[in-house]
């Protein structure tokens, strides 16, 4: 006996309507022309999803036969597909394991070329042949058939199945589907050349497109902005056709043609290790936040603005006194850049041996406490010199985390025009030597040593 392929039994030319059609058409449809399913195909003549006996009769269960439903509405997708040149026995063990009443069958470029049910193996085939396919298959009840060699006689051959295990399949698939439609990003599930072929309520809600209006339709038709180039096009699908999940953001564009930002996700699905045969995409509205980083942008160049344009020098330290920031009057200040900085502890800049680092740490522990401090500290800077300056310590806020901001001012100028009054109270301004009040000081002094030790003092005044 010779094994046949499925394109020797299919039933060419199956019943076939647009997503749009409606379901009280589709019903009429298969009472008028006895038949027990009705196929979704798309303008090029590829099926997109089925509906069956089965869908009628739950549709009717559930009051639901005369709802204003499309064909998009109920069918089922993705529709499984095999090839014609497919041997009769290998099509009815994965139609058994699947649990389906049909095979859709499509020719080499995905398009329909017929319909096998179940009853086309029984019809087409002769009866030896159609025993050892259902033993092969293992779709029968375990109890063995006998069948007399007289072949005078006729027979009706009537087989049983348990629905127990495809009804446990139907809710499970039905689970899974409310939890797609749940979901908050959208979802939609393509072909490869790509034709949508499912899409859950959040692709509906980011778009504006209607599940009848994506089906059979190509993603770009329908939200490509053109803000991205052929060149980033083209590595998608060179990641994709290779079997890897592509991942990056797009600008697209709603029904009504507004602009929106999306993160997308595109993962290839291949049928037990074969070629990729669908891709699922999954697509997230991230205009929020584009728009959030966007102001955050423009916030943080004004207040770096800000920052830079003050004169003094300017410090962020975290609360291990690490510098998180400089302004531009750091590093004026010192000669070193922001980026040599950051990173860093006081120390850095400290020259060496003019501070006592355990009361700068003390007093920088204060500050982190709440109380501002004023201190001195001795700076040196990168090529070397060390000059005075004088800090202040505050706490504050920087991007949300509790920081001590510093601001220190040079110096060197205060301390010498301090010196200078020093010596200007001390002089006469004319000779250079020291004066009234000079002389006045140094007396008081002198005597304070003669009491205190009681000793001769003489005091003389050097007046050449």
Known sequence: MTAQTLGAILTPNPAGVSVAASVASVLDLMETRRISCVLAVDSDNRPLGIFTEQDAVRLMAKGKASAPLSMADVMQQPVFTVAADLDTREAYRRMSERGYRHLVVVDGEGRLAGIVSEGDFMHHLDMEYWVELKTVASAMTPEPITLSEDASLEYILIAARDLSRIREQDAQLQLQLHALNAAGNAIIITDTVPHILWAN????????????????????????????????????????????????????????????????????????????????????????????????????????????????????????????????????????????????????????????????????????????????????????????????????????????????????????????????????????????????????????RRKRHDTPTALTANLF
């Open 201 to 448: 309520a959040a692709f509906t809600t980011l778009t504006g497109y209607s599940l009848a209006e994506a089906i059979g339709r190509k993603p770009a038709e329908l939200v490509k902005s053109g803000e991205q180039d052929q060149p980033y096009y083209q590595r998608m699908w060179d990641t994709i056709l290779a079997g890897q999940v592509w991942r990056g953001e797009l600008v697209n564009k709603h029904k009504d043609g507004s602009l929106y930002h999306e993160e997308l996700t595109i993962t290839p699905v291949s049928m037990e290790g074969k070629a990729v045969t669908h891709f699922v995409a999954i697509k997230q509205d991230i205009s929020a936040r584009r728009a959030a980083e966007a102001t955050l942008r423009e916030s943080e160049e004004s207040w770096r603005g800000l920052f830079n344009s003050v004169t003094e020098a300017i410090y962020i330290q975290d609360g291990d006194s690490r510098f998180l920031d400089v302004n531009r009057g750091a590093e004026r200040m010192y000669g070193y850049s922001r980026d040599e900085f950051i990173g860093q502890l006081p120390e850095f800049v400290a020259a060496p041996g003019k501070n006592d680092m355990e009361v700068l740490t003390e007093r920088f522990r204060s500050a982190l406490a709440g109380e501002a401090q004023k201190i001195e500290f001795w700076g040196r800077r990168k090529n070397g010199a060390v000059f005075p300056k004088d800090v202040w310590l505050n706490r504050g806020k920087y991007f949300g985390r509790d920081v001590i901001i510093t601001v220190a001012r040079d110096a060197t100028e205060r301390r010498s025009a301090e010196d200078e009054l020093r010596r200007l109270a001390a002089t006469d301004p004319l000779t250079g030597l020291a004066n009234r009040r000079h002389f006045l000081d140094q007396m008081t002094l002198a005597l304070a």
